[in-house]
Each structure stands twice: as C-alpha cells, then as structure tokens.
Nanobody
Framework: QVQLVESGGGLVQAGGSLRLSCAAS????????MGWFRQAPGKEREFVSA????????YYADSVKGRFTISRENAKNTVYLQMNSLKPEDTAVYYC????????????????WGQGTQVTVSS
C-alpha cells in the first residue's frame, strides 16, 4: 500500500509557474514508477507526465512538453511537477499516481492515486 498526498496547487496568471509535489508513504517509494494526470471539468482524466523508478527516463504529453518537468527525489519519497508558462487550458485537478508495473501513460496502469490538487490558470 502507498499513500499519496499532492500539494502545491493554486491560482496563477497565464505565463506563471507552479510546482506540484506528491509525497508518498507506505511501501518503498522506489518500487513504483510515478505519473501525473489531470482532469478538467467535463473532461476525462488525461496523462500529463511520468517518470521511471530511478528517474532515468521521463515522459510528457505533447500539450505540456517543453513547459512541464517531472522529477523525483527518492530520498524524500517525493515526486515533483514543475509547471512553467502556464496556460488557461492547463486548469484542472492534478493527480499523482504510483505504478508497480512500471512507467505508463495509461491511467488504468496505476495502482494508487492521490486526492488531487486544483490548479487554476487565469487569462
């Protein structure tokens, strides 16, 4: 079992930045690949970014590539999502998730989810 708690969301103007954090507790953090997903009102949950267990490889949705950076600090059991050049269309609830089966861009591959943190980007 892994418990995930996101933080760092908030209201920001377009062009601004936020850094999301996801703190994990429970089973060994390095056992899991980690991902970030988001869900806007009336839309399905979508993949944002993912990182392998060691952090050696990262993956991004085309919509955030070049603007968002995922990283993990295994000694602190934490994964981050640095979001720069934010746009109004980035507004959503952001979720972190843990996958025991390896990195994936599919939500159904993830075993544990956080409660989400709201990100709102004003124009």
């Amino acid at each position: 079992q892994v418990q995930l708690v996101e933080s760092g969301g908030g209201l920001v103007q377009a062009g601004g930045s936020l850094r999301l954090s996801c703190a994990a507790s429970g089973r060994t953090f390095t056992y899991y690949a980690m991902g970030w997903f988001r869900q806007a009102p009336g839309k399905e949950r979508e993949f944002v970014s993912a990182i392998t267990r060691t952090g050696s490889s990262t993956y991004y949705a085309d919509s955030v590539k070049g603007r968002f950076t995922i990283s993990r600090e295994n000694a602190k059991n934490t994964v981050y999502l640095q979001m720069n050049s934010l746009k109004p269309e980035d507004t959503a609830v952001y979720y972190c998730a843990a996958s025991a089966g390896g990195v994936s861009t599919y939500a159904h591959s993830y075993d544990y989810w956080g409660q989400g943190t709201q990100v709102t980007v004003s124009s």
